[in-house]
């Protein structure tokens, strides 16, 4: 199983970029990378998925380098809403155990 | 509307009682699973099911038992509950990747929080 490895925790003012790195050295072929935000006493929300490369959304891009070793969240023009818990999530949702690692708490402050 | 229901959301029980969380999905997902989440811990996998009838081991599945008899439900069972098993419960859905409508994206509940004294 693919474990990653993300900050604890990060503290960004309003209106900046924010990018979490998260480190996944035992990346599968097949893993997807996919990325959760989480409020406090709620379950998890889909952000984004990638797998190689970058994707772009509506709320959030997504950078995976040429070896997939590791992923970049990156969040522009954060507000005090986007203070929550990000999870990066490597595998193949429906397939396999999908680890969850300790997420990253991001404080955003005005 | 799509969603996961889990229930109850809050529960206060006793060493030993037993007990059932039941999760139910209407989005005729495949797979299912249960996570539980403590502080300092994120989020474990207790189990899963990629279909009906076929339930695996996640990474904490001592003290639980699941079962898969339908397709929308799967219930976490605590036979014997103990004070270790204080937390907040999570299950979650999600197409299988062979069913073509997979996304990546897993559909969670709103948690249960159990108490066990």
Redesign the interface.
């Known amino acids: 199983l693919a474990k990653t490895t993300q900050p604890i925790s990060m503290d960004s003012y309003e209106g900046q970029e924010v990018n979490i790195t998260c480190s996944h050295n035992n990346i599968a072929t097949n893993d997807?990378i996919?990325w959760?935000q989480q409020f406090p006493?709620?379950?998890?929300?889909?952000i984004i998925?990638g797998y190689k490369t970058k994707v772009t959304n509506e709320v959030a891009s997504l950078f995976i380098p040429a070896d997939r070793k590791s992923s970049t969240l990156s969040l522009p023009r954060v507000s005090l809403s986007d203070t929550a818990v990000y999870?990066c999530?490597v595998g193949?949702?429906?397939?396999t155990?999908?680890?969850?690692?300790?997420?990253t708490r991001l404080s955003v402050i005005a | 509307e799509a969603q996961?229901t889990q229930n109850p959301r809050y529960l206060i029980t006793v060493t030993g009682k037993k007990l059932t969380v039941t999760c139910s999905q209407n989005m005729n997902?495949?797979?299912m699973?249960w996570?539980r989440q403590d502080p300092?811990?994120?989020?474990?996998?207790i189990y899963?099911s990629?279909n009906v009838e076929v339930t695996?081991k996640?990474?904490v599945p001592e003290g639980y038992k699941v079962s898969r008899k339908e397709k929308r439900n799967f219930p976490l069972i605590l036979e014997s509950p103990s004070p270790n098993q204080t937390s907040?419960y999570?299950c979650?859905s999600?197409?299988?990747?062979?069913?073509g409508k997979?996304?990546?994206?897993?559909?969670?509940?709103?948690?249960s929080?159990l108490t066990v004294l």
């Open positions: 997807y996919t959760y006493s709620q379950g998890p929300r889909f998925q999870y999530l193949l949702s429906g397939n155990p999908l680890v969850f690692g300790k997420g | 996961v997902h495949e797979y699973s996570y300092g811990l994120g989020l474990r996998q899963y990629m695996d996640g990474d907040l999570f979650a999600s197409f299988s990747p062979s069913s997979n996304t990546g994206e897993l559909f969670f509940g709103e948690g929080r």
